[in-house]
């Protein structure tokens, strides 16, 4: 027998392990908060030793980092498979609402991992460091989009950059304004109505 499905196997329970520490994790930091929080409760809610805990994390700061890089996850694809003769506001629109429309299939568990995300320091520190990547991400797509080189000196060149900071903007607003409206407010029309206010800038080109 080839080794390759055994491999596989053994891949997909590693993920599934990690899935359900992240799991543990976010709901009990969200109810309880970070401090409050040890990696042995974690470790006890999703049902594995400590020792297999740090087999996975180094440390519960780790686990919302996971989160985050999955949050981002996706942003450049979904933008390269918009349509090329689409506005760039509506691109962009489309490829930072994929982390929103999770948000709000999981209202109520997901509002309480983004305040925990905003509201602590260290986390949020986290949050903005990893959207730097994804800034850099759709910076070079909408360059590939555009045929601006995000490095050159023409005002041209300064677009792809820009345009990614102002969209990722929108993204940040439009969590923090969900968060703090206990869900008066859907994600996907918040998203909708900042990137109406952007348009008129992102699509000069």
């Not at 797509?141 to 041209?156: I, M, N, Q």
């Not at 998203?191 to 000069?204: N, Q, T």
């Amino acid at each position: 027998m080839s080794p390759r499905p055994e491999t596989s196997l053994a891949e997909r329970k590693r993920q599934l392990v990690a899935d359900e520490l992240t799991s543990a994790a976010l709901q009990l930091l969200a109810s309880k908060g970070y401090d409050a929080v040890t990696t042995d409760e974690i470790a006890a809610a999703a049902g594995v030793s400590r020792r297999t805990f740090f087999r996975y994390f180094a440390s519960k700061e780790d686990v919302v980092v996971r989160f985050l890089a999955d949050m981002g996850t996706g942003m450049r694809a979904a933008l390269a498979d918009r349509p090329t003769d689409e506005p760039v506001s509506v691109a962009l629109r489309h490829a930072v609402s994929g982390p929103l429309a999770a948000c709000g299939d999981h209202a109520d568990s997901a509002r309480g991992v983004v305040r925990l995300i905003l509201g602590t320091p260290a986390l949020h520190a986290r949050f903005l460091e990893r959207q730097a990547q994804w800034r850099d991400d759709l910076t070079a797509e909408l360059a590939a989009r555009t045929g601006a080189d995000p490095g050159a000196g023409s005002d041209a060149d300064l677009y792809p950059q820009m345009a990614a900071g102002m969209a990722l903007t929108a993204f940040n607003t439009v969590l923090q304004r969900w968060s703090d409206s206990e869900g008066a407010e859907a994600p996907a029309g918040l998203l909708e109505r900042a990137f109406a206010l952007l348009a008129p800038a992102l699509d000069v080109q």
